[in-house]
């Protein structure tokens, strides 16, 4: 089993399905509950045109930082948590809140907060 951890995400189209926040997974945004979902490593540059890192899905490891990243966005009303599995993760250096990037991971159900 792998770690659990928390990630921020839309509600998707259908029921069980969920939204990517920005790059989606296989060329869709739009991902399917209970299924492992593999991230495209790459070298990549951050939003501000500045470091250079390898992608990964973004999680955050606790619910608290989630809740406290969600402040971070203009318009958090159209967003969630998740709890989900994580397997490969490492941490995000240079991102404005405690993420971690990681290399696969299965969504398990929304988080009531």
């Not at 951890?5 to 998707?12: D, E, L, N």
């Not at 069980?16 to 490593?41: M, N, R």
Request: proline share 2%.
């Amino acid at each position: 089993m792998g770690t659990i951890m928390y990630k921020i995400m839309k509600h998707g189209k259908q029921e069980g399905w969920w939204a990517t926040l920005f790059h989606g997974i296989k060329g869709s945004k739009q991902v399917k509950a209970g299924e492992w979902l593999y991230a495209s490593v790459k070298s990549v540059r951050d939003g501000s045109g500045g470091k250079y890192y390898y992608s990964g899905i973004h999680v955050l490891p606790s619910l608290e930082d989630a809740v406290e990243y969600m402040k971070n966005f203009d318009n958090p009303e159209d967003k969630t948590i998740v709890l989900v599995e994580c397997r490969g993760y490492e941490k995000k250096n240079h991102s404005r809140g405690n993420v971690y990037l990681c290399n696969a991971i299965k969504i398990i159900d929304e988080v009531e907060v």
